[in-house]
């Protein structure tokens, strides 16, 4: 038991303390240190700039440590926070997003008319609970990272004050996660009850040899699944997705429905394959049928939605389901399966939440499916992305979205889960079908009176184009993305 | 990288060089593709005299997934058909389209990209690939520059052949799963062995999963219904590419992966796949016979004419295979030169209704000529191309059962019905006033697209010589395989050897 703050327990903690540093001076410098409002206005986004390279060189350095020692985690705080392939992968998957979503935000809230520089302080400050979500391996320090997390979003989510759309999805999403977030500590507390303690490492050999139906352990196990189920958004608790992502200003859609479930798919890997692997007979009938369910009502239920957020959201739900699959067939593949399914649903979801935020403009708000109409006579460059985002989404070749369908389907059918992938495959079909909604409405569709220019920046110009580039990339060339998945496997 | 491997990337080359061009410069945009497209025409040809033809690449090695293409006598004339009709069907846009031109030559190239590689692949999660990358240009190019219902057409189009195919999917990573291996080939060969044996049960679920797949695309009754909206809504130059080459996608399916790969479950399902290719032979033909649309008319006649290659196919014989792959050639040449003459008659008339014509013969005396011969070659008229390709599909189904070829046989009586009788409505009678007016004769453009594709029907027509070997070389060798691990012997002529080594030699 070492009692003092170490050298490796600062290198370890060393991306989180840069994010919530910076998380901090930004609050700081937005509400005192910069009095002039004008000079604030610019100001303030910048630092989100040296919070990310730092972040990013802090990363670099413990992913090279990792590399050139040939170790396979680096363990700190007694344990508490562990680096490993794994969490370096979706802290990179964090960071990534965090830079984009920062990149478009400027312009979009000076449109809101809800420009404030707290925004960029709670980005940062949400992605070091994400950093606590892929790195704990400690209950506690998990549950903490999860709040800072969560707390941060609900502030984001509701961030259009004038906006009664924006209040309500606010208010939905905090009174149903603080619900959640409640079942998971129970579990949690079950956790420590059986095993008297909150290290993963101590509960897992204190579950070894436990009967699998053993009664407290699957009171455990239920309880802490509906608070990861619904963090991911999977159904039947996904109530909330669709109307905190149609509420929350676009960049935080985008970030919530990307960053925010990497980083809960990151935390349910942990405790399904720690402490609940021994639980595997009970839990694995539960979540296959969670998995149906999720992708019968995320697929269905987005075929008549009007509104692209709402469209996507539902979609994003079913993605959910598709990962869950990856977790029952719970071989290496499917692991890995998750990984790239986590890395390419970030760049394809976050470019068609990217196109969604140029379409809002002074007064136009853009977000219906009929305003893409003639999208690809106007701005044929946003429309062609577009469609390299909807086609990645709906899982077509050669785009990325296919390459992580394809691996989820390959782990079932290794598994022996026959069903479940036919299910699987069937279901992209339905999914192609209002993602070309979409598709349908900016191509094949008479273009709209609406002439004004789109919100374009080179940031975001930038953005849309990186997104829409790697999800070419990953898709035609993915060796290099499948390598990095594969450092990312949790043993 | 072989010469194939290159060559089978040229389209996407033409397609990223089109996207480079201003889109305000049309004119240069329809000779960039045009040239673009003979070239590739070109280079196509020299695949017949080019060796090595064959190219196997790793492409992600952490999936075992690889760039292996190859051409054999199945292929290589399906492959230098689509490269021929590419730039035909951009001749005949030259005026039919005249907005969004860009993307539409952009989209037509794509589409070439898509299907030349199908018909190239030798390992399964590449010909997944490419099957996907030929729909979306084609859903493009029917729902953006189609005609009223083009939407609804589009929709339907890509829903059907996409919700087929995701089973396809399943059943290709399954058959992963016990090969260990995309690479079909080497999944042959342990099928061959013995080192690779699926249950019954596998077979039968694995091929219709397969099956239908390719049966949506062909299209076999009953799922073709989507295939009249496409074509009717469809530009020319789409109805051209989907009757000519789209439709050979799924019977070049069947004979390439279905049956090899699944012999047993072929043969124990042959009957009543060869019943429903019968009944869409005579189904299509009954039903071409009382349209009213000139377009739809045609596009029913392509059922009927499918109908032989599948029945051509489950007959399981040297005569039947050879039959079906000559009469996909056939139906790509000449439904594809019908599809072109209806589109010339749409674009002087705006109208697809067989009842606004009448007597276009006497102001249009060569578009007559020309749409007669390609009509008395769709209807099988001896030394016309379809003659060749019904007689042996015929003769085989004979061999196989004798009732089959019966009934099939009536397609053809049926089928000069409906297109003698189209033809006379059309081209005789009296000649209405506007008819008159409107009906120029063929222009230079208009020969020039044409000429190729009526050279062709009385080419293999008269020289079938040309063509068959290299397609009976390759089908003879699926035919082995489809009786390795059958527990019959199937009766197949014996090929003489010298005859035979002189042809596989040619197809070499």
């Not at chain 1, 699957?218 to 992502?245: C, E, N, Q, R």
């Not at chain 1, 598994?415 to 299910?423: D, F, M, P, R, S």
Request: overall charge neutral; hydrophobic content about 55%.
């Amino acid at each position: 038991m070492n009692l003092f703050y170490t050298a490796t327990d600062h290198f370890v903690l060393s991306p989180a303390i840069q994010l919530a540093f910076w998380g901090c001076a930004i609050l700081l410098l937005d509400t005192w240190l910069i009095p002039d409002p004008r000079k604030r206005r610019w100001l303030v986004p910048i630092f989100v700039l040296p919070a990310i390279v730092l972040t990013a060189i802090a990363l670099g350095k413990q992913h090279a440590y990792l590399v050139s020692e040939g170790a396979r985690e680096i363990s700190a705080f007694n344990g508490a926070l562990t680096v490993d392939g794994f969490a370096l992968f979706f802290n990179w998957v964090f960071l990534i997003s965090t830079l984009i979503v920062s990149i478009v935000s400027y312009r979009y809230l000076e449109i809101e008319g809800e420009h404030h520089g707290e925004y960029y302080g709670l980005i940062l400050l949400a992605n070091c609970g994400m950093f606590f979500l892929a790195t704990g391996t400690d209950l506690v320090t998990l549950f903490v990272g999860l709040e800072l997390m969560a707390l941060c979003f609900y502030v984001m989510v509701g961030f259009l004050r004038g906006e009664r759309r924006s209040n309500e999805a606010a208010l939905k999403y905090l009174i149903l996660g603080a619900f959640s977030s409640a079942l998971l500590v129970y579990g949690f507390s079950l956790f420590y009850g059986m095993a008297g303690a909150t290290k993963l490492s101590v509960i897992v050999k204190a579950m070894q040899g436990r009967d699998p139906w053993d009664p407290v352990l699957f009171l455990a196990m239920a309880t802490t699944s509906v608070g990861l189920l619904f963090k991911i958004s999977a159904a039947p608790f996904h109530m909330w997705a669709p109307d905190a992502y149609e509420g929350a200003p676009t960049t935080t859609t985008a970030y919530l429905s990307v960053a925010s479930k990497a980083a809960s798919i990151a935390f349910l890997l942990r405790i399904f394959l720690g402490p609940l692997d021994v639980a595997r007979p009970a839990w694995e009938p539960l979540l296959a049928g969670v998995a149906i369910l999720t992708m019968t009502v995320g697929n269905f239920a987005a075929i008549t939605q009007t509104n692209v957020k709402r469209l996507l959201a539902y979609s994003s739900i079913s993605h959910a389901g598709y990962m869950l699959l990856g977790l029952i067939a719970g071989n290496d593949t499917g692991l890995k399966g998750i990984a790239v399914y986590v890395l390419v649903y970030t760049f394809m979801n976050l470019g068609a939440f990217l196109v969604v935020i140029a379409l809002r403009r002074q007064n136009i708000i853009g977000e219906d499916v009929a305003d893409l109409a003639g999208l690809a006579k106007r701005h044929p460059g946003y429309a062609l992305l577009m469609l390299v985002f909807l086609l990645s989404l709906a899982g077509i070749p050669p785009t990325a979205g296919f390459l992580g369908k394809y691996y989820i389907f390959l782990s079932l059918v290794e598994t022996g889960h026959y069903v479940l992938a036919v299910i699987g495959t069937l279901y992209v079909a339905v999914a192609i079908y209002y993602y070309f909604r979409i598709v349908r409405s900016m191509y094949l569709d008479e273009a709209a009176a609406d002439t004004a220019p789109l919100a374009s920046t080179v940031g975001l110009r930038f953005a849309v184009g990186v997104s829409g580039l790697l999800t070419l990339c990953i898709g035609i060339y993915p060796e290099p993305f499948l390598r990095l998945a594969h450092t990312s496997l949790l043993k | 990288m072989s010469f194939l491997g290159w060559f089978l990337l040229t389209p996407l080359a033409a397609f990223l060089l089109l996207l480079l061009l201003p889109r305000e410069q049309e004119k240069t945009i329809r000779v960039a593709a045009l040239a673009l497209s003979l070239a590739i025409f070109g280079l196509s040809l020299g695949l017949l005299a080019g060796e090595p033809r064959e190219t196997d690449l790793a492409w992600i090695p952490e999936l075992n997934i690889r760039y292996h293409v190859a051409v054999d006598g199945l292929s290589i004339w399906l492959i230098l058909l689509t490269t021929l009709l590419t730039p035909i069907s951009i001749l005949i846009s030259w005026k039919y389209i005249d907005r969004r031109v860009k993307e539409f030559h952009a989209f037509l190239l794509l589409l070439e990209f898509g299907v030349l590689g199908v018909f190239a692949a030798m390992d399964l999660f590449l010909f997944y690939v490419y099957w996907e990358v030929g729909l979306v240009p084609m859903y493009f190019l029917i729902g953006i520059w189609g005609h009223d219902r083009r939407i609804y057409a589009a929709v339907k189009f890509f829903l059907y052949t996409m919700a087929a195919s995701v089973l396809m999917l399943a059943s290709i990573i399954y058959v992963y799963q016990r090969a260990g291996t995309f690479d079909y080939p080497a999944i042959l060969a342990m099928l061959a062995s013995g080192k690779l044996t699926f249950t019954s049960l596998e077979q039968t679920l694995l091929f219709l999963a397969f099956f239908v797949a390719f049966a949506v695309k062909v299209p076999l009754f009953p799922l073709h219904t989507w295939l009249p909206d496409a074509h009717v809504e469809a530009p020319t130059a789409g109805s051209v590419m989907l009757a000519s080459v789209l439709l050979k996608l799924g019977t070049y399916g069947i004979l390439r992966f279905c049956l090899p790969m699944f012999p047993t479950a072929a043969r124990e399902n042959a009957g009543w796949i060869a019943v429903l290719a019968i009944v869409g032979i005579v189904y299509g033909a009954l039903v071409a016979m009382v349209q009213p649309n000139v377009k739809k008319l045609v596009a029913y006649s392509s059922v009927s004419h499918l109908g032989f290659v599948i029945l051509g196919i489950f007959s399981f014989n040297q005569q039947g295979f050879d039959g079906a792959v000559y009469q996909m050639l056939n139906h790509g040449v000449s439904t594809g030169a019908l599809f072109m003459l209806v589109g010339y008659l749409y674009e002087r008339r705006h109208s697809l209704e067989i009842q606004d014509y009448g007597g276009v013969s006497t102001p249009a005396p060569w578009l007559s000529t020309v749409f007669l011969i390609t009509t008395l070659a769709s209807i099988g008229l001896p030394t016309l191309n379809n003659f060749v390709g019904e007689f042996l599909v015929l003769q085989g189904a004979a061999q196989a059962d004798f009732r089959w070829a019966v009934f099939a046989a009536t397609g053809v009586i049926l089928s000069a019905c409906y297109m003698l009788w189209m033809y006379q409505r059309t081209f005789y009678g009296e000649t209405p006033e506007k008819v008159t007016h409107q009906m120029t004769d063929l222009n230079g453009r208009e020969w020039a697209a044409i000429l190729p594709l009526l050279a062709l029907m009385v080419w293999m027509g008269t020289a079938a010589e040309t063509f068959l070997p290299r397609i009976s070389a390759a089908n003879r060798l699926i035919l082995q395989q489809t009786t390795v691990n059958v527990p019959f012997n199937v009766q197949t002529p014996a090929p003489r050897p010298d005859v035979a080594a002189k042809e596989i030699a040619d197809a070499r």
